[in-house]
């Protein structure tokens, strides 16, 4: 399954972005998703999280600013950014995991640019 992500952009330090991600007809197999993000000449990290359940995780640079949240009827993943960084710029890319031992999938990326 390509997932579909959507919502980045070029934004000033300290304004916002809504990220989004569905995966298409998945229906009620879904259980983990969340976001990494890749900087140039960095590897990529996990940003944050979110169970089947709604229990999430953060990376510590994002705690009290990024919001993870989902809509398990539309199989769809958020990420609300506020109070942008310049070192938040990255392509950021969604991620599904499924039950049973089906791989995880990925979206195909999409740059955020924070600059003044």
């Known amino acids: 399954v390509q997932l579909q992500a959507s919502g980045g952009g070029l934004v000033q330090p300290g304004e916002s972005l809504r990220l989004s991600c569905e995966a298409p007809?998945?229906?009620?197999?879904?259980?983990?998703m969340g976001w990494y993000r890749q900087a140039p000449g960095k590897q990529r990290e996990l940003v944050a999280s979110?169970?089947?359940?709604?229990?999430?995780n953060y990376a510590d640079s994002v705690k009290g600013r990024f919001t993870i949240s989902r809509d398990n009827a539309k199989s769809t993943v958020y990420l609300q950014m506020n109070s942008l960084k310049p070192e938040d710029t990255a392509v950021y890319y969604c991620?599904?995991?499924?039950?049973?031992?089906?791989?995880?999938?990925w979206g195909q990326g999409t740059l955020v640019t924070v600059s003044s």
């Open positions: 991620y599904t995991d499924w039950r049973g031992p089906r791989p995880r999938s």
């Open positions: 007809g998945s229906g009620f197999s879904i259980t983990d």
């Open positions: 979110i169970t089947s359940g709604g229990s999430t």
